[in-house]
Structure formats: C-alpha cells, structure tokens
C-alpha cells in the first residue's frame, strides 16, 4: 500500500509537458483564451463565408446605391461610393488579408527557420556569409523598398504582393533560430548524434528543430500580426493590393476622404475594428505562449 502511494506521488509530481504547461498557461489568463477562441472563430467564419460569397457580384458599381447606410435596402453595413456592398467587401477584405498573411508567414518561417538552423549548426565561415546577408537586409528601410518593388512592378497581384514582403520578412526568425542553433549545438545529444554518424540533415531537422518548437510557436503567432500590419499598411497607403482586389486596408484607405471620415462611417469603421480585434487578440495568445514557452514569465 505505501508502495503504491508512492508511486502516486511520483505520477503527481512528474513536470508536465508542452502542451499542459500552455493549457495552464491560458487558464490562468482568460483574457488570452477568450482571444484564441474568438480569433480562431472570426478566422474560420470569415474564410468561410467568403466561399459562399460572388466576388464579381459584390464589386459590381451600382451608382443609385451610391452611400446607402446601414439596414437600407437590404444592406446590413451599407454601400460604398460605388455602391458595392460593405459587408460583402469585408468578408473578402478579411479572406484577402488573413491568406496573405498567412502566406507571408509560412514562406519566411520556411526561410528564416532554414537558414537560421544552417548557421548555428554549422558556425564558421558559412555563418559569417549568411550574418553578412542577414545584417544587410536588416539595414534596409523594409517598407520603403517595398513600396520601390511595388511601384516598378507595372501589373502586380496577390502572389506578387507575397513575394515582395516576403522578400524583406524572413530576418528576425533566422537570427532568433541561429541564436538557439548555436547553444543547441553544443549539447551532448548532438555531439552523440555526429559520433554515431547520423546525418547533418537528420541532426538540424529531427533533432535541433523540435527542441526550438516552443521558440518557433511565440514567433510565428506574432509573425502572422505583423504581417496582417503591413499588408493592411501598405493597402491603406496604396501600396498593397490593387483598388479592384478588397482588403481590410483598402477599405479603411476610403478614411482619408474627409468626408467619408466624418459622415461616413459604416464605410471605414468596421474594417478598422475589425483589424483592432484581430491585432490585439492575437498578441494576447502570443503573449501568453511566450509566457508558457519562459518559466520566468509564466502567471502563478
């Protein structure tokens, strides 16, 4: 019986794992797991109801409409000054961001991640070459290129737009990643790895990779808001998807009408608490990944 107790006790004390310590995490901070619900059902609901959606139709001009407001006619947000729907143009506004932000964020975490794991695991010579790159791409002023690249560009679209941010988005992991590679690289478990001759590949990517997992979460959670920033950014400024494409920042862009930004608002508005909601939500579930990834940090 005192056997058995005993080895209760040792169950119960047992550290929990990843996973648990984030559950616990969110239990403790209710703020953020009522922003990775609520976030994660704006998501989904957006992208789906834009499936549902004609694009072609929505755009459509229909001057007589021009301005309706809210619950005239049938439009629950009202019409722009072309008289296109509001609400339709948000959903697929939303659907527009939240894929390119998405998109953003795979390719330069693929990219960072890559060449980050490359240079602490290797060090050296190949570590200075790629720092070298890394550190000149980083003095560069991103959005000013940016708008350089999106401006020569004589016809561009969604995938273009991709590329070019993505181009000037991928530093940041890669120096985080080299930085964990580097002490990574000096545990035993990998200096065993090599004594038992096990690949370079194998070692980066199957053991150096997972253990960053943690790290990896926080930075691309909050990767993918800034992305959302400066794809709404550019939009608003004009800089970012075409006029004929909606996006949550080529509808606030319709704010800089003075008038339209006094006695128009259901044009602007919910675009704009829109991307507040999305902005603020999502830092607060990095945040508390970034608590449960930092002991020092963590609630209790």
């Given at each position: ?21 984030v559950?616990?995490?969110?239990k ?24 549902f959606?004609?694009?072609?139709e ?14 005239v ?8 000054e ?31 991640i890559g ?11 190949i570590?200075?070459?790629?720092m070298?790159i890394?550190e ?14 999106v401006?020569?560009?004589?016809k ?8 070019i941010?993505?181009l ?23 200096n ?25 979460i926080?930075?691309l959670?909050?990767?993918f ?15 970012g998807l075409?006029p ?26 919910p ?9 603020l ?20």
């Open positions: 019986m005192e056997q058995h107790n005993n080895e209760t006790v040792k169950f119960d004390n047992s550290p929990p794992t990843g996973i648990q310590v559950l616990r995490e969110f403790k901070d209710k703020l953020a797991m009522i922003s990775f619900f609520g976030i994660t059902f704006l998501i989904i609901a957006f992208l789906v109801a834009a499936m959606l004609n694009q072609e929505i755009l459509k001009i229909k001057l007589l409409e021009r301005y309706t407001e809210p619950g006619n049938g439009y629950t947000l009202g019409t722009d072309a008289g296109r729907d509001m609400l339709g143009q948000l959903v697929i506004g939303a659907k527009n961001s939240i894929l390119i932000a998405f998109a953003i964020t795979i390719i330069t975490s693929v990219a960072g060449l980050g794991i490359i240079m602490g695991y290797y060090g050296g010579l570590d200075n070459l790629f070298r890394t000149f791409f980083m003095t560069l002023p991103n959005l000013m290129v940016i708008i350089v690249f401006t020569i560009i004589p561009y679209g969604v995938l273009e737009l991709i590329l941010i993505s000037f988005q991928w530093m940041s992991t890669a120096r985080l990643v080299r930085s964990k590679a580097l002490s990574e690289g000096r545990r035993d478990y990998v065993a790895s090599k004594t038992m001759g096990t690949s370079d590949f194998a070692i980066m990517f199957r053991g150096i990779l997972p253990n960053l997992s943690s790290i990896l926080v930075e959670t909050l990767n808001a800034g992305n959302v920033g400066i794809e709404t950014g550019l939009s608003f400024l004009g800089f075409p004929s494409t909606p996006s949550l920042g080529t509808l606030v862009n319709y704010a800089r009408n003075p008038i339209v930004l006094s006695e128009k608002w259901w044009v602007w508005l675009a704009s608490i829109l991307i507040l909601i999305l902005m939500g999502i830092n607060y579930v990095g945040q508390a990944l970034r608590r449960a990834a930092d002991a020092k940090q963590r609630i209790g």
